[in-house]
């Protein structure tokens, strides 16, 4: 018996087309970065912020960094 390999790609594709439906960790995971830049950005109020500030200072999620 041999492993059958399969490209990523076709892995994330829906169930209709063959896939397995599976999430793209790596588009998924810079979408969450993306959402929690943004609300550390625009919340004025947050527990969560509050520590990210203390520890990083208060330009933390104000710098031009690209999400890759």
């Given at each position: 018996m041999s492993i059958?390999?399969?490209r990523?790609?076709?892995v994330c594709k829906p169930l209709e087309e063959?896939?397995?439906?599976i999430k793209d960790v790596k588009n998924f995971n810079n979408a969450l970065l993306a959402k929690w830049k943004w609300r550390l950005m625009n919340d004025e109020k947050g527990?969560?912020?509050d520590i990210?500030?203390?520890k990083y200072g208060s330009e933390i999620g104000r710098s031009q960094?690209?999400?890759k």
């Open positions: 059958s390999w399969v990523w790609e076709n063959g896939g397995l439906w527990k969560w912020k990210l500030v203390s960094t690209r999400l």
